[in-house]
C-alpha cells in the first residue's frame, strides 16, 4: 500500500463546470504525478510536481491546471469541463525509485 | 523524446500456455524500465522493473530482461493462469534529471481461458 487516496472516485459533471480533484499522500513523497488513461493511449502525463508549490506540464496539460501547497496534497483542476475529459485519472507518487499510483478517479463530462 | 512500443492486443491465451508480451522503447541514455499490471477497476499495480542494461526483473512468475542493444523489454511467463487475466503496461523513465516521469507503452489486454 502506497498510501495515496484519490477523491472523489467517480464523478459525473456538466459541459462547462469547474471540477477538481484531490490526490493525497501519508508518505511524504517529493514527486507527484497526475495521468489520464484513455483506451488506445495508454497513460499520459498531466502535470506533475516536484515539492511544494513546484509543478511542471506534462505532455496533455491543455484545460488542467493543478496546486500542490502542502507535501501530501496534490489537486487537479479541470476550469471549464469539457466531454474530451471524461477519462480516467489517475494520481502517482515517486517513491523509492519506482512510482506508485492511486486507485483511479473516473470522471465523466456530459 | 521517448516513446514505448507494445505488441497490439487483445492476447487470448489458455490456462498454462506460455506468455510473451513484446515491449520495445525509444529514449536517450539509460532509462529505467518498468512492466505494470492494471485489473478491472484498479490503479496500476508495478509488476517488475530494471534499471540498467541485462537486468533481469522478475515477480510472481512473470520476468523481462533489459536488452539496450535491441531497445527491448518483453514481458514473459512460461505458464499464465486465469488470474493473470489484466492490462498490461510497460514503461520507461529517464532518470532523475526529468523527475522520473514514466512514458507509458498503450497497454496489452490480456485474457486467460480456463
Given at each position: 500500500d502506497a498510501g495515496i487516496t484519490q477523491s472523489p472516485r467517480h464523478k459525473v459533471t456538466e459541459t462547462g463546470t469547474p471540477v477538481t480533484l484531490r490526490c493525497h499522500q501519508t508518505?511524504?513523497?517529493r514527486y507527484m504525478y497526475w495521468y489520464r488513461q484513455d483506451p488506445g493511449h495508454g497513460l499520459r502525463l498531466i502535470h506533475y510536481s516536484y515539492g511544494v508549490k513546484d509543478t511542471d506540464k506534462g505532455e496533455?496539460?491543455?484545460?488542467y491546471s493543478v496546486s500542490r501547497s502542502k507535501t501530501e496534497d496534490f489537486l487537479l483542476t479541470l476550469e471549464s469541463a469539457t466531454s474530451s475529459q471524461t477519462s480516467v485519472y489517475f494520481c502517482a507518487i515517486r517513491g523509492s525509485n519506482t512510482i506508485y499510483f492511486g486507485e483511479g478517479s473516473w470522471l465523466t463530462v456530459v | 523524446g521517448n516513446s514505448v512500443t507494445q505488441m497490439e492486443g487483445p492476447v487470448t491465451l489458455s490456462e498454462e500456455a506460455f506468455l510473451t508480451i513484446n515491449c520495445t522503447y525509444t529514449a536517450t541514455g539509460y532509462p529505467s524500465l518498468f512492466w505494470y499490471v492494471q485489473y478491472p477497476g484498479e490503479g496500476l499495480q508495478l509488476l517488475l522493473k530494471a534499471t540498467k542494461a541485462d537486468d533481469k526483473g522478475s515477480n510472481k512468475g512473470f520476468e523481462a530482461t533489459y536488452r539496450k542493444e535491441t531497445t527491448s523489454f518483453h514481458l514473459e511467463k512460461g505458464s499464465v493462469q486465469v488470474s493473470d487475466s489484466a492490462v498490461y503496461f510497460c514503461a520507461l523513465s529517464p532518470g532523475?534529471?526529468?523527475?522520473s516521469r514514466l512514458t507509458f507503452g498503450e497497454g496489452t489486454q490480456l485474457t486467460v481461458n480456463p
Open positions: 508518505e511524504n513523497h496533455v496539460s491543455d484545460g | 532523475e534529471t526529468s523527475g
